[in-house]
């Protein structure tokens, strides 16, 4: 039934996305799917069992950038993750994920003491995470966050800011704990005070 219920190039829920490459594949059972028409999958890239991909806040949003979510080629996406766009997420190529990560672009809002978190006007940043990234289990992945190329992620780690390429990020809230530089090759960084 799994190989039979995937979801590949030119079956009918492919259509249905923005781009959905060559050699790409939806494995079977899907978790959540919406707004698939500003969600692109790139060639070779392999979406596990459970996973969420949805653009907007509901079926049938009108979104007001294009793609909304993007996963490159030669990427995969573990088993019960959720990648939750509203404004842009942009996952490079190469780029492989444990399970059970969530990855969003979007927050509600807790300005106002008086009023319910849920009932405040949410906020939008662009999320990127760059070509070569490695995210472990349970990583989540907050609005804003801008992972450079070969960033390797610790498994539980909560991702929020910048951080550069050739670096591995850990902790809650993640920093970096080693760095690649081309002269003294990885290298330890001491956590601060």
Same mark, same amino acid.
């Given at each position: ?62 979104? &007001?950038?294009? +793609?909304?979510?993007?996963? =490159?080629?030669?990427?995969?996406? $573990?088993? /019960?993750?959720? !990648?939750? *766009?509203? #404004? ?51 990583? &989540?992945?907050? +609005?804003?966050?801008?992972? =450079?190329?070969?960033?390797?992620? $610790?498994? /539980?780690?909560? !991702?929020? *800011?910048? #951080? ?30």
């Amino acid at each position: 039934m799994e190989r039979n219920g995937a979801t590949g190039p030119g079956d009918p829920g492919a259509r249905a996305f923005g781009a959905f490459g060559r050699g790409s594949c939806l494995a079977f059972p899907t978790g959540a799917l919406f707004g698939e028409r500003w969600i692109r999958i790139g060639d070779d890239t392999l979406i596990g069992p459970h996973v969420s991909l949805s653009a907007g806040m509901v079926p049938g949003q009108q979104m &007001v950038t294009d +793609p909304v979510v993007r996963i =490159g080629d030669r990427c995969m996406i $573990g088993r /019960g993750s959720h !990648v939750v *766009g509203h #404004f842009s997420i942009d996952i490079g190529d190469d780029v492989h994920t444990g399970p059970y990560v969530y990855i969003t672009d979007q927050n509600h809002g807790y300005e106002d003491p008086d009023d319910v978190v849920h009932a405040q006007w949410p906020s939008d940043m662009p999320v990127r995470i760059g070509s070569g990234s490695w995210l472990g289990t349970g990583v &989540v992945v907050l +609005p804003g966050a801008d992972l =450079g190329r070969n960033v390797v992620v $610790g498994a /539980g780690a909560v !991702v929020r *800011g910048t #951080f550069p390429d050739h670096s591995v990020i850990a902790g809650v809230p993640a920093r970096v704990v080693r760095r690649y530089g081309p002269e003294s090759g990885w290298v330890d960084v001491p956590r601060p005070g």
